[in-house]
């Protein structure tokens, strides 16, 4: 997608450690229009799928997939990190590693939001090494519903995440796929 | 606002303890549709206040926030809780006490994100006992920005923390005022 793809050439930053640093747009400070703009693309890809409900991951996938669910028209569900009062014990429940914070998180979400009739789209800011998006549908999978497809923002291609979920027949549509990056600049697939 | 009240009445579920359990479209599963008229308006009533950011905290302001934002054409930009690599120490820090957790968390924005021209409204889903809000104005404050007010989805209203906020001088502009509720139903201001 050509608009997101000059964003992150004008507004991303490479660092070191093959860190793409997108906060001034995508994960910390928000490019709201910008949002509404990939919601409406992801909208449009997955338009002949009947989605049913939107699932992402606390806490920079929100914003997207608020917006590519309200183009659909249906709800959005956030699967979270953290232990809360409010969430209760009848959950499905899943460990991911995280790349990011180099850390090994719970993450839930509550039986009573996802069906074996569901027909769920996995929408994502990130996709790097895979394992968020590969959480995300193991929860899909207990809860027995159909998961169509995954809808990223931005890819790091030269990571094994996404070859790696594609091989399980997963349908992956990434807005953004960085091929190369370094400190002269950024190469789309 | 009749549409979230009466989203409240039909789907929110009262427990002892004053427990408002809105987690089937506000806070887990998120009614995206809704949330995108809570978004309007939001714009409309801060129309004059020529808002240039919208400021939230994760997670679940998130959505709400990024509606707003969008509406108003301007960006947005959420309050992390925890450490992440990639967000830098060259922070606004606060430290916000939850009622719903009972704990105390670290709250932080990149300071590249909020300057003194920026005319601020802070957007959240939830207003108990005002913790969350009163440190997000601290942030803005630090800042040197100048605070428009605040809008919130739901506020118990039967909690000090409206009154708290609005003494400060803060406007406070909630979409649904929850009076009093048991297990017979719900009142709204």
């Given at each position: 997608m050509?608009?997101?793809?000059?964003?992150?050439?004008?507004c991303?930053?490479?660092?070191?450690?093959?860190?793409?640093?997108?906060?001034?747009?995508l994960?910390h400070q928000?490019?709201?229009?910008?949002?509404l703009?990939?919601g409406?693309?992801i909208?449009?890809?997955?338009?002949?799928?009947?989605?049913?409900?939107?699932?992402t991951i606390?806490?920079?996938?929100?914003?997207?997939a608020?917006?590519?669910?309200?183009?659909?028209r249906?709800?959005?569900?956030?699967?979270?990190?953290?232990?809360?009062?409010?969430l209760?014990?009848?959950?499905?429940r899943?460990?991911?590693?995280?790349f990011?914070?180099?850390?090994?998180y719970?993450?839930?979400?509550a039986?009573?939001?996802?069906?074996?009739?569901d027909r769920?789209?996995?929408?994502?800011?990130?996709?790097?090494n895979g394992?968020?998006?590969?959480?995300?549908?193991?929860?899909?999978?207990?809860?027995?519903?159909?998961?169509?497809?995954?809808?990223?923002?931005v890819?790091?291609?030269?990571?094994?995440?996404?070859?790696?979920?594609?091989?399980?027949?997963?349908?992956v549509?990434?807005?953004a796929?960085?091929?190369?990056?370094?400190?002269?600049g950024?190469?789309?697939?």
């Open positions: 050509q608009l997101l793809q000059d964003k992150i050439r004008t991303g930053k490479v660092y070191p450690g093959n860190i793409l640093k997108v906060d001034s747009f994960n928000i490019d709201a229009e910008l949002m703009e990939l409406k693309e909208a449009r890809l997955y338009a002949d799928e009947r989605v049913t409900k939107v699932l606390e806490a920079s996938g929100i914003a997207i608020v917006m590519a669910a309200a183009q659909m249906v709800p959005m569900l956030f699967a979270k990190k953290n232990h809360t009062k409010n209760c014990d009848d959950v499905y899943t460990t991911v590693t995280s990011t914070h180099g850390v090994d719970d993450v839930r979400v039986k009573s939001f996802l069906h074996p009739n769920v789209l996995i929408v994502d800011d990130f996709l790097a394992a968020a998006l590969l959480g995300l549908a193991d929860l899909v999978r207990q809860a027995g519903a159909t998961l169509v497809g995954a809808a990223i923002a890819e790091k291609g030269f990571q094994d995440g996404g070859a790696k979920v594609r091989a399980q027949g997963i349908r549509e990434s807005l796929i960085v091929e190369e990056m370094n400190e002269d950024i190469r789309f697939r």
